[in-house]
């Protein structure tokens, strides 16, 4: 890592002020990481909320002017709007400027943002590893990235040094940032991130058309483990469609393994197959080990879900 | 409720002293609920470390000589050791003893226990609806109970006084308490807690698995909503093989229901159907503010998952 005397970039556009965006502001104020930020909201009542909150230095309403001789331009909206953003941003991009995103999906950016790039222009696809359930310009916060990892997927023959620019905003924003081809992007995404998403989704949905169980009875007694994927299928809702849409073969992919393997599990279930439930539950627990260990989970070690050591 | 003066119960056993047994003897003690508190445990080395930590007043290796004049005994250790544990027990228990249990299931419970009850000892299960992942003596603390949920579920004809003297003592472990059929109890614990330990023991198998991805990413990008997951997938082996062996019915039933709604999301993807999915994210995402406001996520409260208001 160069030392560096002075902001990285002089002026950065994030366009989409939600969860992502907002907290890409806070953490580059807190890293003097950007001499100016430039926010572009579509919606009047979010430029609204983000002028008042204040993290960015102008907001406006056209995103040709957020751009505007900035030498990053971010697109944090999700990604169902990024191939007309991209069109309409294309002539007002600064020759020499890096564009990228922190979009879930990265084939589909590439697909979507690829053919509207000019000349001159980086494209650098990128990810940060890194949310909550809130959205909107109020959940932003500016540790959100502190020891998360961002993933960027340069294209081939990307500029060195506007990749190293990049890799180097997101390490002052927190992050650790790790390279990697879009496909193997996006498998991995739908792995970690989107099929847990789909599950928590799914299963909330199952719950609340249960006749027999009344919702109040789920609401009730949801710390018997259904709040956690409460919790996580109250994400925003615009952004995971898209994610879904935009990630279909990955996820289909992964999810035709998950159900072959609950096939598995219901067949043990049905046959009384204790041995086989307790080996797979014995193998998972290995692996929350190294989760906690990869310092991946900061709510266990720095909230402590059981915090209390025996007093007696 | 009644004013109290003095313990609940002279003397209580608790027959296993992993976390809810621990945890028991902990806000007991806060409560000052018993003047006696007796353990076992089966593995000498639980024995050993429970008598180190000191939360029993004494650690016995016979469940015969824990019982011994208990006006309460509970049953805490996974439900696949019940119907031993109850024969064995039997003839040492006091006449006038209530005899309970903290177990995930309650007709398998009733089925197991029940024909080992002497007369004069009152029956009534119970099933405190609180946990972490961690378990033994050491996972224990005070406060787990703390503002959660614990179900009884009497017999026909069960004893009123005694039935109230059990909720007194979960209250005073900081429980609210409620009365259930048993087999109501199964179906309601089947989706509110039993499917969502399936379904993430299930996705972490899937994903330690897949061979396109390494182990190590799916550690390192856990963040994205794995590691949610993977916390509840620590749960202990032995007590949830016993939990899925013996809510058997209930659980197939509501994971069939999972299963059609999984397919159906499965089909939104595959012919992009967007809408489908916007409803369904828009619809959870209701719920889960209806959890926050009954209190049972905590953690979201008190800990923070998005502690900080932008400071711009």
Chains 1, 2 share one sequence.
Not at 75 to 80: H, K, M, R, Y
């Amino acid at each position: 890592m160069t030392t560096r005397t002075g902001p990285v970039f002089t002026k950065v556009a994030l366009l989409g002020v939600g969860l992502i965006g907002a907290s890409m502001a806070h953490a580059m104020r807190r890293g003097s990481l950007a001499a100016h930020i430039a926010g572009y909201a579509r919606s009047p009542e979010t430029r609204k909320r983000a002028a008042d909150l204040g993290f960015c230095h102008a907001m406006h309403d056209d995103p040709r002017a957020a751009v505007r001789d900035a030498d990053l331009v971010a697109l944090c909206a999700p990604v169902g709007a990024f191939a007309s953003l991209a069109e309409t941003i294309a002539p007002a991009l600064k020759p020499g400027a890096i564009l990228t995103d922190v979009g879930s999906v990265k084939m589909a950016v590439i697909r979507d943002v690829g053919p509207h790039v000019p000349n001159g222009v980086h494209f650098i696809p990128g990810h940060p590893i890194a949310g909550t359930e809130h959205s909107g310009p109020d959940a932003g916060f500016p540790e959100l990235f502190d020891g998360r990892w961002c993933i960027l997927t340069p294209l081939e023959g990307a500029d060195e040094t506007a990749v190293e620019q990049l890799k180097e905003l997101w390490r002052g924003c927190g992050s650790r940032v790790e390279t990697m081809e879009p496909k193997h992007h996006d498998l991995v995404l739908a792995i970690t991130s989107h099929l847990p998403h789909l599950i928590a989704y799914n299963i909330v949905g199952t719950a609340s058309d249960l006749e027999q169980v009344t919702q109040g009875e789920v609401i009730k007694f949801s710390a018997g483990g259904f709040r956690d994927f409460t919790r996580i299928a109250a994400s925003d809702p615009t952004m995971w469609r898209d994610v879904f849409l935009n990630n279909r073969e990955a996820v289909l992919e992964v999810l035709g393994r998950f159900s072959e393997d609950l096939s598995r599990l219901q067949r043990a279930i049905r046959w009384g197959e204790g041995d086989a439930l307790f080996d797979l539950f014995t193998k998972t627990r290995a692996i929350r080990r190294e989760v906690i260990d990869a310092g991946q989970d900061t709510a266990a070690v720095n909230f402590g879900r059981n915090p209390a050591k025996p007093r007696s």
